[in-house]
Structure formats: structure tokens, C-alpha cells
């Protein structure tokens, strides 16, 4: 059911931008929960979005797209606890179904039955209003600035699952490759909250200024081929690998240390890296794929923030007139951290 309009962004052809535009706002049905949204992180996830990655099929159009955002719960359907209303929150990238086997242990990205993505098979942040499922809208700490919080279910969440997938201990000496973008810049924090040996990687000066004014040492990577030894110690224990090109995975499977693991996060389409299997039985290395993150680690991300603990990174903050030319920096690799929408800049 709709309720009036609203002005916001949609997608109404994959792989082009999304057109401002008034549309119906739809009310919360059963099961359903009303956001009146604050502001919308922008990274390179929803641009995958937009282009059709996550998703292409002309039947999901058109899509508000937009899924790292956060907003107050103002309504709720029938069937929907209204606990929540008033509270702040943050959406749950993945429509997990709540009751298969991996739901019911906590392991949300695994879903048996998913039901696609926000953003993609559902509407996301790029408008005022949005509903989502109930069992998709996470609380976060009410001292947390909305704008600040765009970090937390995707930049920040998505590290701290990267950390336990890598079982990440104090002894280890970690490199994270691409540590100046919206994850990346988030990987090296999180990281060090575990380990002092953290190195980021990336290829210009404003990025490489932003890794070390987080406290991690920056080395440029122009020509990763070509880097001398990073750590006094030995070779890297575990990579993360925040790039996925075949120069990235192939420096990755040569510089790790015996029993060292590779943590490896990009999904481009028709992206290939090049490993010889014996790399990996001669040292007995690890590649580790790290898909999003639980709820309770979206939660656990919140809480790094609020505490101080992870300083969010925010390149550009935008209001809505401003938000393509944010995506073509981003598509530009010149936005250091996060991008954001911020909805009180209309």
C-alpha cells in the first residue's frame, strides 16, 4: 500500500545511473517496518548494484537502490514489533530468510534461502522513506551521528567478519591491499584492534595520507611487483585483498608466510587471478573468501564505533544534488573512505 509520494532516486535500467524522480511511498505491511532515512553510505558496493551485479533481472524495476543506510524506525505493520519505533537503526544488507539451518546459527551471509539484497531485490536508502522487513533493521547506539553511522553496516561490518574468517591472533603480521577505500580504510583499524603489525597498501597520495593518519603505516603499491620487504619480522601471515586483480592475487600468493592466509573479498564479474595450487600445499597457505557479515557482527560494529574504537572515514559528504558526480569519484578511485548521502542537505 502507498501513501502519498516521495523524491528520491531509482534505478530504471541496470547499468545507468539512477534518475531523481517522485514515486509512491510505501506503507509498512505485515511483517514490515517504516525508516525515515537519515543518510545512505555511497560505496562501490551499490555502485556493483547499479550495474547489475547483485541482480539484472528488468522485473525488479524500478529499484530505489542504496543499502548501507540508516534512519529512524517511524512505523511498523502487523506481525512487526513495535519495540523499535523512535529507535535508530541501521538496515541489514542481506534479505536472509531467519529460519534455515545457517540462519538459525548466526551465519546470516550463508543463507539457504536468500532473498536477494537491499538495494537490489528490495528498496534501499537513495530516498527519504523506505520499508524494509522487519528482521532487517539493526538498532545502533542513539549517540551515534547518522551521518558517521553510514560506516557501520557495511565498512566496518564487513571487516570485523573479514577478522574472524582470518582468525586474526596478536602475532600476526597483517597486509591489507587497497586500505585507502571505503573498506579498506576501515580493515586497518579493526585489524589493529587485534594486532600492532598492520601495513596498508595503495597507489596514491591522498590515500596513502589517509592510511597513516589512522596510525597504520602506508607504502605505496604503484608497482606491488616491485615492494621490499614490510615487515621486520618475516613475510605477511595474512593479506586481505580489497583490489581482486590478478597483480594483487599473484603478489598476495608469493609474499605470504608458510601457513599464511589470503582473505579475499571482491565479486567483479570476469575478473580472473591466476594461483598455482602448489603455492598453496608446498607452504600450506590458505585463500579464504569473506562474504559480508553476520547480524551480531553488524551489531559488534556499531559498538567499535560509538566506542570510539574505529574513527569512521568519510571522504565527501553529500546532499542529494550532489550525489552522481560523488559516483563518478568513486568510479575514479578518488574518494578516500566512505562516500555518504546525507538527507538534511536537501
Same mark, same amino acid.
Given at each position: ?14 547499468? !545507468? ?5 517522485? &514515486?509512491?511511498?510505501?506503507? %509498512? ?32 524495476? %524500478? ?54 539484497? +537491499? ?17 532487517? =533493521? ?11 553511522? #553510514?560506516? +557501520? ?50 597507489? #596514491? ?7 597513516? !593518519? ?6 605505496? !603499491? ?9 615487515? #621486520? ?29 589470503? +582473505?579475499?573479498? *571482491?565479486? &567483479?564479474?570476469?575478473?580472473?587471478? *591466476?594461483?598455482?595450487?602448489?603455492? &598453496? ?31 569512521? =572515514? ?33
Amino acid at each position: 500500500m502507498s501513501v502519498g509520494s516521495q523524491t528520491g532516486y531509482r534505478i530504471q535500467t541496470w547499468g !545507468s545511473d539512477p534518475v531523481w524522480e517522485s &514515486f509512491d511511498r510505501a506503507e %509498512p505491511g505485515p511483517g514490515e517496518v517504516l525508516i525515515e532515512v537519515e543518510a545512505c553510505g555511497v560505496g562501490l558496493t551499490v555502485l556493483n548494484a547499479i550495474r547489475g551485479d547483485l541482480g539484472n533481472d528488468p522485473g525488479l524495476l %524500478p529499484r530505489v537502490p542504496g543499502h548501507e543506510l540508516v534512519g529512524v524506525l517511524t512505523g511498523a505493520g502487523a506481525d512487526a514489533d513495535r519495540g523499535l519505533v523512535g529507535r535508530r537503526v541501521v538496515a541489514y544488507f542481506y534479505l536472509n530468510c531467519g529460519s534455515c539451518l545457517e540462519c538459525r546459527a548466526g551465519r546470516e551471509p550463508l543463507c539457504q534461502r536468500l532473498g536477494g539484497f +537491499v538495494g537490489v531485490h528490495g528498496d534501499g536508502g537513495y530516498a527519504p522513506f523506505v520499508v524494509l522487513p522487519a528482521s532487517n =533493521v539493526i538498532p545502533i547506539p542513539q549517540s551515534l551521528d547518522p551521518v558517521a553511522a #553510514t560506516v +557501520v553496516p557495511d565498512a566496518v561490518a564487513t571487516p570485523v567478519h573479514v577478522s574472524t574468517r582470518a582468525e586474526l591472533t596478536t602475532e600476526d603480521r597483517v597486509v591489507v591491499v587497497g586500505a585507502g577505500g571505503g573498506v579498506g580504510i576501515h580493515m586497518i583499524q579493526v585489524s589493529r584492534l587485534t594486532t600492532a603489525d598492520v601495513v596498508g597498501l595503495d597507489v #596514491t597520495s591522498e590515500k596513502l595520507e589517509a592510511i597513516e !593518519s589512522t596510525g597504520i603505516r602506508a607504502v605505496d !603499491s604503484s608497482d606491488i611487483s616491485s615492494l621490499p620487504s614490510l615487515f #621486520t619480522d618475516g613475510p605477511p601471515t595474512v593479506v586481505i585483498d580489497l583490489v581482486g586483480l590478478d597483480t594483487t592475487g599473484s603478489w598476495a600468493v608469493d609474499n605470504l608466510a608458510p601457513g599464511g592466509r589470503l +582473505v579475499v573479498l *571482491t565479486t &567483479f564479474v570476469d575478473q580472473p587471478v *591466476t594461483v598455482q595450487y602448489r603455492d &598453496f600445499v608446498f607452504r600450506e597457505i590458505s585463500l579464504l573468501g569473506s562474504r559480508y557479515a553476520t547480524k551480531a557482527e553488524v551489531a559488534g560494529a556499531a559498538e567499535l564505533v560509538a566506542q570510539g574504537r574505529v574513527q569512521p =572515514v568519510i571522504g565527501q559528504v553529500v546532499g542529494p544534488d550532489d550525489l552522481l558526480p560523488l559516483h563518478e569519484r568513486l568510479r575514479a578511485g578518488e574518494l578516500v573512505g566512505r562516500g555518504a548521502l546525507d538527507w538534511s542537505l536537501r
